[in-house]
């Protein structure tokens, strides 16, 4: 047992600095299909998506925040979603929505079938499912 195991961490939220949160918020509800779990602030100064509203399985969540005195470093972040069904499906959805693409769908010799995308503030996001299940 790890010295952590009691305290049931569960979970882990990045937190994007991006140039507008509701142009965001937009993008990854519109674009990415993701549900806008809340927005604090007029003008938003905090908000979340999430990947499935309804808590049916643990979901990914990500956060937003206006760049505070200079703009993040996207290249400075990886992000990994892992998909469990469909993973070839999701890339041609998005593709089709006009996505800008970093990698198309390839196996990696790790074990996993993954492509990249890239968001309206720079971000990558690689998708990822086991092999296996892909």
Sequence with gaps: ???????????????????????????????????????????PEHARVCADPTYASPTVHIRFEPARGGAADPSAISLWLHVANGIDELFERYRARGVTIVAGPEDKPWGLRMFSIKDQDGYVLHYCAEISTA
């Design 1 to 43: 047992m790890s010295e952590l195991t009691p305290h049931e961490i569960h979970g882990m939220q990045p937190v994007l600095s991006v140039h507008d949160v509701e142009s965001a918020l937009a993008f990854y509800r519109d674009v990415l299909g993701f549900h806008v779990d809340f927005v604090a602030g007029d003008p």
